[in-house]
């Protein structure tokens, strides 16, 4: 059985510079896709307000993406949330319109961005994955059900009756 002849530098070399010429055409195409989804969801949010669905006979601009899209119940009613909640949060919006952050990101900042937490999501989202975006959502949510317990507790013992 013969050896096969190690590959030369150059051989590796050009190996590298393929594979990151493909790295760069797939992550350049993702942004336009991220870009072009931005799009998609400002329209449905338009469609949404205008209430185009009516005109179908149908009871929401999520059943119209389920016939007109072909997109499954929950993720049309995702969709539409995500969309109108971009509305209102232009820094996000903006990033995701010049896809430099992913649906994925951009549908967990959405469960809880505010004004005073914007810059620190859209942070992670530009520097992180997909998953530490999720992580950071989850433990907010998690510190804001405890925080509103915390404040019912407080409230239940500090009740009182007074007469008038």
Known sequence: ?????????????????????????????????NAAT??????????????????????STAQWLNWQCGIQAVAAREKLRVARALEALPEI???????????SKVRAMTRV???????????????????????????YRWTQRRDAAKLAQLQHEQRNVSSL
């Not at 919006?93 to 649906?103: L, M, N």
């Open 1 to 33: 059985m013969a050896c096969a002849a190690p590959s030369s530098r150059e051989e590796v070399i050009r190996k590298e510079r393929g594979f990151e010429a493909l790295e760069a055409k797939i992550t350049e195409l993702w942004g336009y896709l």
């Open 38 to 59: 931005s799009r998609f969801l400002a329209l449905v949010a338009e469609f949404d307000r205008a209430k185009g669905y009516e005109r179908h006979g149908l009871a």
């Open 93 to 103: 919006a903006d990033a995701f319109a010049k896809g430099e952050v992913s649906y």
């Open 113 to 139: 961005a505010t004004p005073a937490n914007v810059s620190a999501l859209l942070h992670v989202a530009r520097n992180g994955t997909a998953e530490h975006v999720e992580k950071l959502v989850r433990k």
